[in-house]
């Protein structure tokens, strides 16, 4: 195994600015690109080397993947899938978690017709395995993530029905928790806004979170998650004053969990900025759009412009469901 003697959250501790969070999570991603380079680098390796090779690559794609580069999220998955899939005696379901993370990155970046074809290979290998209660969670996920490809693509009904059976199949995992149940539950309420059925949406999100609450904890980033989609939805509705407290708890979820300056932190106060300038609080307001800008800014690059507006939810009067970029930070 590779040792690593700093995890990514570590890294954030060291700064409370972002550029030195944002230097901090580099550096620790270029350690580690090193260490599976030198890796790489022996094509006479034994077979259980090259295997935590990928999954150390796998491992820094999906952290890159939720830090927000999805390009390279999608690079390192590729490189962990092609190991996986070369490798003698490799997991099956590796490959297929090395797929989603693809699937998702690709999804990200707007390929959706190579995500959804991601998507359904993963769909393809579980399919020739054992019905384990691990490749269950892995289906649900797969089902969950071409669903949110189907949706992208305005395909709504198939995306609702995928879901409904996510749902179903969520029921019957074998799991002490149910935590499973409440993400495809904040799915479907997504798909939800995306047909206007506001009402329905809400009351979705609630039951999502009100389960995550008790499987989780309340200051869980998947709490926070949610708390974040209710933001925006309540937004939509008009609910400025409802949807700032669903918005502070969410960033302060967020900056307790990833650091002051982690783009998660700034999709947060992004929906929280928009929610104050509906109650006629510009000033406040004015400061969060800077703070949001001024994180993804010196996160990502100054070119980065489409981040920057990745946390502002659509107005009431547009489309109620949230953009591609805000699923994308959420």
């Given at each position: 195994?590779?040792?690593?003697?700093?995890?990514?959250?570590?890294?954030?501790?060291?700064?409370t600015?972002?550029?030195?969070?944002?230097?901090?999570?580099?550096?620790?991603?270029?350690?580690?690109?090193v260490?599976?380079?030198?890796?790489?680098?022996?094509r006479?390796?034994?077979?259980?080397?090259r295997?935590d090779?990928?999954?150390l690559?796998?491992?820094m794609?999906?952290?890159f993947?939720?830090?927000?580069?999805?390009d390279?999220?999608?690079?390192?998955a590729?490189?962990?899938?092609?190991?996986f899939?070369?490798?003698?005696?490799?997991?099956?379901?590796?490959a297929?978690?090395?797929?989603?993370c693809?699937?998702?990155a690709?999804?990200?970046?707007?390929?959706?017709?190579?995500?959804?074809?991601?998507?359904?290979?993963?769909?393809?290998?579980?399919?020739?395995l054992?019905?384990?209660?691990?490749?269950?969670?892995?289906?649900?996920?797969?089902?969950?993530?071409?669903a949110?490809?189907?949706?992208?693509?305005?395909?709504d009904?198939?995306?609702?029905?995928?879901?409904?059976?996510?749902?179903?199949?969520a029921?019957?995992v074998?799991?002490?928790?149910?935590?499973?149940?409440?993400?495809?539950?904040?799915?479907?309420a997504?798909?939800c806004?995306?047909?206007?059925?506001l009402?329905?949406?809400?009351?979705?999100?609630v039951?999502?979170?009100?389960i995550?609450?008790?499987e989780?904890?309340?200051?869980?980033?998947?709490?926070a998650?949610?708390?974040?989609h209710?933001?925006?939805?309540?937004?939509a509705?008009?609910?400025f004053?409802?949807?700032?407290?669903?918005?502070?708890?969410?960033?302060?979820?967020?900056q307790?969990?990833?650091?002051?300056?982690?783009p998660?932190?700034?999709?947060?106060?992004g929906?929280?900025?928009?929610?104050l300038?509906?109650q006629?609080?510009p000033?406040?307001a004015?400061?969060?759009?800077?703070?949001?800008?001024?994180?993804?800014?010196?996160?990502?690059?100054?070119?980065?412009?489409?981040a920057?507006k990745?946390?502002l939810?659509?107005?009431a009067?547009?489309?109620?469901?949230?953009?591609q970029e805000?699923?994308?930070l959420?």
């Amino acid at each position: 195994m590779l040792p690593v003697a700093v995890k990514e959250n570590d890294a954030l501790d060291q700064g409370t600015d972002a550029e030195t969070a944002r230097l901090a999570v580099i550096e620790l991603h270029r350690n580690l690109a090193v260490s599976a380079a030198a890796l790489n680098f022996d094509r006479h390796q034994s077979r259980g080397v090259r295997i935590d090779e990928a999954r150390l690559l796998l491992e820094m794609a999906t952290n890159f993947r939720r830090d927000g580069w999805a390009d390279k999220s999608r690079r390192f998955a590729r490189r962990a899938l092609f190991i996986f899939e070369q490798q003698d005696g490799a997991d099956p379901l590796d490959a297929v978690r090395a797929l989603l993370c693809l699937a998702g990155a690709r999804e990200d970046l707007f390929d959706h017709t190579r995500a959804e074809a991601d998507y359904q290979r993963a769909g393809n290998i579980l399919n020739q395995l054992a019905d384990t209660p691990d490749a269950r969670v892995l289906r649900i996920q797969m089902i969950r993530g071409l669903a949110s490809v189907l949706l992208a693509m305005d395909q709504d009904g198939r995306a609702e029905t995928m879901l409904k059976d996510a749902l179903a199949l969520a029921e019957e995992v074998l799991e002490p928790t149910r935590i499973h149940i409440a993400t495809v539950l904040d799915d479907l309420a997504v798909l939800c806004w995306h047909s206007g059925r506001l009402e329905e949406a809400s009351r979705l999100h609630v039951q999502a979170l009100t389960i995550t609450e008790a499987e989780l904890g309340p200051e869980h980033p998947h709490a926070a998650t949610i708390l974040h989609h209710l933001s925006i939805l309540e937004h939509a509705r008009g609910r400025f004053a409802e949807g700032e407290s669903f918005a502070r708890r969410s960033a302060a979820i967020r900056q307790k969990t990833f650091g002051r300056d982690h783009p998660q932190v700034a999709a947060a106060l992004g929906a929280l900025a928009a929610l104050l300038d509906g109650q006629g609080k510009p000033f406040e307001a004015k400061q969060l759009q800077r703070r949001t800008q001024r994180i993804l800014r010196r996160w990502f690059s100054p070119d980065f412009n489409a981040a920057a507006k990745a946390g502002l939810p659509a107005r009431a009067s547009g489309n109620p469901a949230p953009t591609q970029e805000h699923r994308r930070l959420a």
